[in-house]
């Protein structure tokens, strides 16, 4: 489990321990979020992850095509995961340790 998931789960601990005015086991809280709400907020967290990534990609291929007075296409896409891929992800978890559940 990420550091994203966690902190979607420990949000979904205190809003079942809100709903029910009781105090709720993180292991039960898991277990709910991984029934009701897991896959769900996996498949927007990737869809975002991906449509982020793909801009900034787009951004990089024309920054760079611009530089080059020519479309460079595929060559700027390599070169972006190549020289920036990396260092993106770790942003875009540092960035996007979101509380969402």
Do not use: C
């Not at 277990?31 to 990609?57: C, G, N, S, T």
Request: proline fraction near 0%; charge should be negative.
């Amino acid at each position: 489990m990420n550091q994203a998931e966690l902190s979607a789960v420990l949000q979904h601990q205190r809003h079942l321990a809100e709903a029910r005015s009781t105090e709720v086991s993180f292991q039960e809280a898991l277990d709910d979020w991984d029934l009701h709400h897991a896959l769900r907020w996996r498949e927007e967290r990737q869809r975002e992850y991906l449509m982020l990534q793909r801009e900034e990609i787009q951004r990089h291929k024309w920054i760079e095509s611009e530089k080059a007075r020519r479309d460079l296409g595929a060559q700027a896409v390599m070169d972006w995961i190549g020289t920036y891929a990396q260092s993106w992800r770790d942003w875009y978890e540092r960035e996007h340790d979101d509380n969402r559940s």
